[in-house]
């Protein structure tokens, strides 16, 4: 049984970080990629970051290139998106999901709750 577990959100000022974690069970690194999402009120959910091949690959979408960091920590089962230079723009719930297609898309197969991100100007 597929579990991924996301914490790490929380109220921070503009300019601020934080660091969200992924915690997954039941699957194996290797066979998934694994993605950040985030769906802000009144917008559709778009793919943040993803990882593949436990770490060796990723990628992040171009608004917050230079400012996120997607990274895995194999030997824990977590992989952690590293928020710098928030803006509030980045305001979001922002979820973790794992697809067995190791594709970097909107309908991952697996879904873990979100945690809300809130950056105040």
């Known amino acids: 049984d597929v579990q991924l577990q996301a914490f790490g959100g929380g109220l921070v000022q503009a300019g601020g970080s934080l660091r969200l974690s992924c915690a997954a069970s039941g699957i194996t690194f290797d066979d998934y990629a694994i993605g950040w999402h985030r769906q802000a009120p009144g917008k559709e959910r778009e793919v943040v970051a993803c990882i593949y091949s436990s770490g060796s690959s990723s990628y992040v979408i171009e608004s917050v290139k230079g400012r996120f960091t997607i990274a895995a920590d194999n030997a824990k089962n977590t992989v952690y998106l590293q928020m710098n230079s928030l803006k509030p723009e980045d305001t979001a719930v922002y979820y973790c999901?794992?697809?067995?297609?190791?594709?970097?898309?909107?309908?991952?197969?697996?879904w873990g709750k979100g945690t809300q991100v809130t950056v105040s100007s």
């Open positions: 999901a794992a697809d067995s297609l190791v594709l970097c898309r909107d309908d991952m197969d697996h």
